[in-house]
T-cell receptor, first 111, second 112 residues
Framework: DGGITQSPKYLFRKEGQNVTLSCEQN?????MYWYRQDPGQGLRLIYYSQIVNDFQKGDIAEGYSVSREKKESFPLTVTSAQKNPTAFYLC??????????FGPGTRLTVL | SQKIEQNSEALNIQEGKTATLTCNYTNYSPAYLQWYRQDPGRGPVFLLL?????KEKRKERLKVTFDTTLKQSLFHITASQPADSATYLCASHQANDYKLSFGAGTTVTVRA
């Protein structure tokens, strides 16, 4: 089955720690996205990548970093510079018709 | 950047009735509007896309309209069922700009 997988489902981070969220897709999509979702707010774009080895900052990139070394993979690192990282993180890829396919999400909690 | 506003209040309706959700945009008219469904603790699922030159789009019991004069899209679920209970998200983007701007969503609960 084609789709997007994210891991882990739940992640706990201590203050000052960097953590990496995994996102893998086997849909053969070129474009991939990372969003953050907080209660009562819309999805906010963190980073996106239109093609391998290229990515751009979204609206709230501060405190986050990404890489796109392979078409299938787009990991997100939440660094210690992100002051309020507790949120639900969603990865997505885009078809040629503009709609986006989302993964199941990772819920990150700061202890 | 684009601002998308959706009904902030949750919508509670009786099974069999039509649910109507509103999505208003400001700043500029988007080329496309998309609607997604999101269940608690899960990722959104794409439902429908409508272009600015389309007045209406249908898919099974779902209908979406796009009114550029009112700067608004309406999303209708006809003959609603308890399984339709979820949060529905509206998103917009411009032609050749594939970054989506999302609204906060409207939660729909369908009572049996």
């Amino acid at each position: 089955d084609g789709g997007i997988t994210q891991s882990p489902k739940y992640l706990f981070r201590k203050e000052g720690q960097n953590v990496t969220l995994s996102c893998e897709q086997n849909l053969n999509h070129d474009a991939m996205y990372w969003y953050r979702q907080d209660p009562g707010q819309g999805l906010r774009l963190i980073y996106y990548s239109q093609i391998v080895n290229d990515f751009q900052k979204g609206d709230i990139a501060e405190g986050y970093s990404v890489s796109r070394e392979k078409k299938e993979s787009f990991p997100l690192t939440v660094t210690s510079a992100q002051k309020n990282p507790t949120a639900f993180y969603l990865c997505a890829s885009r078809t040629g018709y503009n709609e986006q396919f989302f993964g199941p999400g990772t819920r990150l909690t700061v202890l | 950047s684009q601002k998308i506003e959706q009904n902030s209040e949750a919508l509670n309706i009786q099974e069999g009735k039509t649910a109507t959700l509103t999505c208003n945009y400001t700043n500029y008219s988007p080329a496309y509007l998309q609607w997604y469904r999101q269940d608690p603790g899960r990722g959104p699922v794409f439902l429908l896309l409508i272009r600015e030159n389309e007045k209406e789009k249908r898919k099974e019991r779902l209908k979406v309209t796009f009114d550029t004069t009112l700067k608004q899209s309406l999303f209708h679920i006809t003959a609603s069922q308890p399984a339709d209970s979820a949060t529905y998200l509206c998103a917009s983007h411009q032609a050749n700009d594939y970054k989506l701007s999302f609204g906060a969503g409207t939660t729909v609960t369908v009572r049996a």
